[in-house]
């Protein structure tokens, strides 16, 4: 598996999020470092975009901690079962990515 947008384009205030915050500060990391570690450590890839020299250096120094398992059950509890971007299962928005061309395959099974 891959994380696509492992940060989730910063949505719902994640950097700031006091919870993953705490943890950060448990380990001298920042708050980033903890969410692509949390996904390493659950064997994800992730690939985090970035074009500050300074956060790419940061992405790349999580290998030297480990997150506890009680860090990885609350990493795991802040999840909301939800996609950050859009529901692949919502006909409305699948029509909305794929348009006409959605329609043109309902048109060519008539």
Do not use: C
């Not at 891959?2 to 915050?21: C, D, Q, R, S, V």
């Not at 409305?92 to 008539?110: A, H, N, R, W, Y």
Request: aromatic share 10%; no cysteine.
């Amino acid at each position: 598996m891959e994380a696509w947008a492992p940060f989730a384009e910063g949505k719902h205030n994640l950097f700031e999020n006091e919870t993953i915050m705490t943890i950060a500060d448990k380990y001298g990391k920042s708050t980033g470092q903890v969410i692509l570690r949390w996904l390493l450590q659950r064997g994800i890839t992730v690939i985090p975009k970035s074009v500050h020299p300074q956060r790419m250096a940061e992405n790349i120094n999580v290998f030297d901690f480990e997150l506890s398992a009680d860090d990885m059950k609350t990493m795991a509890s802040l999840d909301k079962g939800e996609s950050q971007f859009f529901d692949h299962r919502d006909p409305v928005t699948i029509e909305q990515i794929f348009g006409s061309s959605l329609q043109q395959v309902k048109d060519s099974e008539i």
